[in-house]
């Protein structure tokens, strides 16, 4: 069963509590957090303090996003904010396997993050110590951008690598996923899929998960 992840950085951002209660009655899996800093990607978003205030509104897990410079510096303040899942840039650690030791430290699942033209090669040296590798497939930064289609061999790719290692990493994909390529992302063997304009652009939450769910599966 893949699962959807709706990213809030589409959402209404004045009613991210009521927002993340609606795509859970609806059906999400996980909620899929962005944080951005203004300097690894260019804009920003939110940090810890929010997070943890929105950590009280469910208790689906919170799948944190980091696209953030120096990430070990904010490891135990998104740990302690309630984040399940912490995923970082390769693009933007200097000590991957530092960072990722640092994340399991504090009891939480490690991601890995590779911008769309970041090749595999760069992390397979890490993909036996993490919990999940998250392919970008449009550039960072932005929500509502056009799913980049060359990253769809990477996708396969990146399945079959992950497929061969005895804990079986999860697979996510993050970027103008939509109803029109869900299903050439789930063949491809993606089984997070991260989805923010393809569902908050719809007034009604219920039909676009079941929607996407149905074309993932
Ligand atoms: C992009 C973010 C994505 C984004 C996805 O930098 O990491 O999570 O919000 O939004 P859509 O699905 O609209 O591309
Ligand atoms: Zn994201």
Do not use: C
Request: glycine share 6%; no cysteine.
């Amino acid at each position: 069963m893949n699962l959807i992840a709706p990213s809030i950085l589409s959402a209404d951002g004045s009613r991210f509590a009521e927002e993340i209660v609606a795509v859970e009655k609806a059906g999400a899996d996980w909620i899929h957090i962005d944080v951005m800093e203004g300097h690894f990607v260019p804009n920003i978003t939110m940090g810890p303090a929010i997070i943890s205030a929105l950590r009280k509104t469910t208790k689906l897990p919170f799948d944190v996003h980091l696209m953030i410079e120096n990430p070990d510096r904010y490891i135990e303040s998104f740990a302690a904010a309630g984040a399940d899942i912490i995923t970082i840039h390769v693009e933007a650690a200097n000590h991957l396997h530092r960072t990722v030791d640092l994340i399991k430290k504090y009891g939480k699942k490690a991601g890995v993050s590779l911008n769309p033209a970041t090749p595999l090669t760069q992390i397979e040296e890490i993909l036996p110590d993490i919990d999940l590798l998250l392919i970008m497939t449009v550039n960072p930064g932005f929500g509502g951008q056009q799913f980049i289609k060359t990253t769809l061999p990477k996708i396969a790719r990146a399945s079959q690598l992950l497929s061969a290692l005895p804990d079986k990493p999860l697979l996510e994909v993050d970027g103008g996923v939509n109803l029109k390529n869900i299903a050439d992302i789930a063949r491809a063997g993606a089984r997070i899929m991260v989805a923010g304009n393809s569902i908050f652009s719809n007034s009604d939450y219920i039909k676009a998960i079941a929607e996407l769910k149905t074309a993932a599966n």
